[in-house]
């Protein structure tokens, strides 16, 4: 494995670089002035000016739909392993992948569609999607059942001959409570009496069906995400034709796992993103902050905790390019623990390093006046989101005594070998 960027990433980084100083670190207050504004204007959910002025000039730059691979719609699309550095400086900031059309759960339900839709509903839905003129949820965890087992969900797809009817309740809905969310990929169950992996299946279905109520917002430590937003969302006898199967009836846990793998690893690419500011943040205080005669950072404790977070994120780089290697070049299926094991490390890592850069700034790293509590809130979601860190480390448990099974040996010869 060589993870040495090519020179077309080299290009890319530096541009995206030169975008994010020139036209993201200096909005940052003004994205959320204009959605405070709005709040007290009485509608939160309205897309900020800032992002759709930036939107143009970002895909002017050649720094768009950079996130899908082998896509004959999207030439300009990345492998996952030329992605990786990419998507991490877009996580340096929480609404910048959007600019670039590289925010979730968008990026996802286009891959989605990549895979699994016919071509008409690759030119309905995908097609303004890749353009950025609409937005898009993905409706898969419930209230009501422990949603980390895909298996568990009780939504139902009925067939009524010419059509489906889709009856249940999804909460953390992402993206539904922004007016351009015009699409949603739903999972639901369309045979209860199947075998276990069998009985879910996933539809398109357009937000404005008849049936569909967004009940409401869902904060995350009292961020509601405005306008993106996390929904819970009512489906009564909501009707879509057969066409909007993906795939075939049964086929959702299938395409559940296809979907979360790309999705689990951009993630921790944004991840090592939000780490990197969060330690150079934590540096830049702690070196003009005075406390008992020296500075903070002459203190031998923020030495340590420096060095150990600079160690953190060089292991969670390694372990993502690994896990994008091996997803480009042998599948995702193939790479499955080391999308499982990435995906426990990167929301981690980045949690404790947010943490002492909260502690560095004192009270004010905890207020609106740095970037550090509003990152900290979004990444503790990681430790949720596609599947919580006990599910993950399950299956890396689970593939490890696979591998060590074949080795077992019989009492006796595990005796002589001295075991």
Same mark, same amino acid.
């Given at each position: +494995? ?33 959605? &405070?504004? /709005? ?40 492998? /996952? ?44 839905? +995908? ?48 993206? &539904? ?91 921790? +690419? ?61 599948? /995702? ?40 509590? /509003? ?45």
């Amino acid at each position: +494995m060589h993870f040495e960027y090519s020179d077309k990433v080299k290009d890319l980084q530096a541009r995206l670089l030169a975008f994010m100083d020139e036209h993201i670190y200096p909005n940052e207050e003004r994205f959320h002035e204009e959605v &405070a504004a /709005n709040r007290a204007a009485g509608n939160a959910w309205i897309p900020t000016k800032i992002v759709e002025e930036l939107k143009p000039k970002a895909r002017a730059a050649g720094l768009w739909n950079l996130f899908i691979p082998n896509s004959a719609r999207v030439p300009e699309g990345l492998t /996952n392993l030329e992605y990786a550095p990419l998507c991490e400086i877009m996580g340096r900031v929480t609404w910048a992948p959007e600019v670039f059309n590289c925010s979730a759960p968008d990026t996802g339900n286009m891959e989605t569609l990549e895979r699994y839709a016919s071509e008409a509903i690759k030119d309905e839905w +995908m097609e303004p999607l890749l353009r950025g003129e609409i937005r898009s949820a993905f409706l898969m965890t419930e209230p009501e059942v422990a949603s980390s087992d895909a298996t568990n969900i009780q939504c139902r797809i009925e067939d009524k001959g010419d059509h489906y009817l889709i009856n249940g309740r999804k909460w953390w809905s992402s993206g &539904a409570g922004d007016p351009r969310c015009k699409v949603y990929i739903v999972m639901g169950k369309t045979d209860p009496e199947a075998p276990r992996h069998s009985q879910q299946s996933m539809v398109v279905v357009p937000a404005d069906t008849p049936g569909i109520t967004v009940l409401r917002p869902l904060s995350v430590f009292g961020y509601d995400d405005a306008p993106h937003g996390h929904m819970e969302v009512l489906l009564e006898n909501v009707k879509v034709p057969k066409g909007n199967i993906l795939l075939g009836e049964g086929r959702g846990f299938e395409i559940a796992q296809g979907r979360l793998g790309p999705g689990r690893i951009h993630h921790c +690419m944004r991840s090592i993103g939000a780490a990197e500011r969060a330690l150079e943040s934590l540096c830049k205080r702690i070196m003009v902050r005075t406390a008992f005669g020296k500075t903070v950072s002459q203190q031998g404790v923020w030495q340590e905790r420096i060095a150990e977070a600079r160690i953190m994120i060089e292991q969670a780089r390694l372990l993502t390019l690994k896990a994008a290697y091996m997803m480009d070049t042998v599948g /995702n299926k193939v790479a499955k623990a080391e999308i499982a094991m990435i995906k426990v490390v990167a929301p981690n890592i980045a949690l404790q390093i947010l943490d002492w850069a909260i502690q560095a700034h004192g009270g004010g790293g905890v207020s609106q006046d740095f970037h550090l509590a /509003n990152t900290w809130a979004h990444q503790r979601t990681l430790r949720l989101a596609d599947g919580p860190d006990e599910v993950h480390r399950v299956t890396i448990a689970k593939l490890e005594l696979a591998r060590h099974s074949t080795l077992a040996m019989e009492p006796e010869a595990a005796v002589t070998r001295g075991c």
